[in-house]
Structures are given as C-alpha cells and as structure tokens.
C-alpha cells in the first residue's frame, strides 16, 4: 500500500470520524445489563463468536462485492446489494444503525469525494458498508485491506462500548482488541471466498440484544 493509499484507509477507519459509530453497542448494553458479559474474557468472546458466525461476517462479504461495483462504475449493481444487505438486517434497530452511519459517510463523502456520488445516488436508504465500499474504492485503497480495516473499526468500537459498560480497563481493551487479531484476518479472507449462496449468519443473540435494548431502564448507547 502507498503512502496516500495508506492515510485514506486510516482516515476511514479512524474514530474521529463523524458516522456516529461511537453511539451504539449492537447490543452489548443489555447484555452487560442482564450480567451475560461480565469480564473481558466475557466480551472477547462474544467478539469472537459474531466473528465467526455473526452478522459483521456477511457485512465484509457484501462489501467485497460493493467495491467490486464500485470500480466497474455499477451503480445498479450495487444498487442490489446495498438492498439486499437493508433486507439481511434482522432487527430493526440494526437496520437504523447501518442506515445512519452510511447516510452520514454518504454526506462527509459528497463534500470529500463528489465524485461517489454518482454510484451512491440510488442507494438510498444507503448502509454503512455499502458507502465505505465506494470511498475505499474511490480513494485506491486495496480491497483487502479495506475489508480488514472495516472489521477492525468495528471491533475496537465494541470493545470501546464495553470498556465504558462493563467496565474495563483501557489496557484490557487494547489486548481483547490484539487477541482478536488472529480471527480479524480470518473472517476477512472468508469474505473473499463466500458464494452468494453462503451469505448467513447465526446472530439471534444479538438480535434478541439489540430489541431488548429500548426496555432497559437506563441506556447510553442508541442500540
């Protein structure tokens, strides 16, 4: 990866940036709440499991096949995935979360990269993997390492939510975060080789987490 390649991928997955990703647990609240996650070793292995069987893993995938519409200037095509990926979300809450995260991408991007535009202008409602397939192709970064700096953005998010919820130190957050590294890279190559006939997920967990989550007494996450 070049220099610029390189500052682009780190601009994206950074958590300054303005998509609000910071505001949602995807469900861990109320896991914290019911004591299902008490510890670190609790949330590492939550992580894992989506990792490997959740919903975060066909994310990776549809945004393989988004970058790949993106540098072949299709928007209709990835008209059909950012739908598809809109109809994959099993809860509502989730869907919220993917819709308004790639609505506020699609806003900065409209300032930093008019360009997109053009492939973003039917994808509306557009989610989140969707607009960063389209600014990582848009600003070169190699497919790769796009898809494995968007599983690595939304690991350190969660495990961000549950430093502040469980709570956690900062320290034991940074080596859930490096303990994971293995699996990050694994779910990114899987991403690559899933058939469309292959795109599933076993996450009832985190659905049944993120529904409950607007009957907690306190929230301070959106979901």
Same mark, same amino acid.
């Given at each position: 990866m070049n220099a610029r390649s390189l500052l682009s991928l780190l601009q994206l997955v950074s958590p300054g940036l303005p998509v609000g990703a910071y505001t949602y647990s995807e469900g861990l609240e109320t896991l914290v709440q019911q004591e299902q996650l008490k510890t670190a070793a609790d949330l590492q292995q939550w992580l894992m499991q989506e990792l490997q069987y959740g919903g975060?893993?066909?994310?990776?995938?549809?945004?393989?096949?988004?970058?790949?519409?993106?540098?072949?200037?299709?928007?209709?095509q990835l008209s059909i995935w950012n739908q598809w990926l809109s109809a994959f979300r099993e809860t509502e809450e989730m869907r919220e979360q993917s819709w308004q995260m790639g609505r506020s991408l699609n806003r900065l991007l409209k300032e930093l990269q008019p360009q997109s535009q053009s492939l973003l202008a039917i994808c509306e409602p557009c989610n989140f993997a969707v607009a960063f397939a389209v600014a990582a192709a848009c600003w070169q970064i190699d497919r790769s390492e796009a898809v494995l700096g968007y599983l690595q953005s939304w690991a350190t998010n969660?495990?961000?939510?549950?430093?502040?919820?469980?709570?956690?130190g900062q320290t034991?957050?940074?080596?859930?975060?490096?303990?994971?590294? =293995? *699996? $990050? %890279?694994?779910?990114?190559?899987?991403?690559?080789?899933? #058939?469309? =006939? *292959? $795109? %599933?997920?076993?996450?009832?967990?985190?659905?049944?987490? #993120?529904?409950?989550h607007?009957?907690?007494?306190?929230r301070l996450f959106r979901s």
């Open positions: 975060i893993r066909v994310e990776a995938a549809i945004l393989v096949r988004a970058y790949q519409a993106a540098l072949q200037a299709d928007p209709h969660l495990i961000n939510a549950g430093v502040r919820l469980i709570p956690l034991q957050g940074q080596q859930i975060l490096l303990n994971l590294s =293995d *699996q $990050l %890279e694994k779910t990114c190559a899987e991403a690559f080789s899933l #058939s469309d =006939d *292959q $795109l %599933e997920c076993c996450s009832w967990g985190v659905s049944l987490a #993120s529904m409950n607007e009957t907690l007494y306190s």
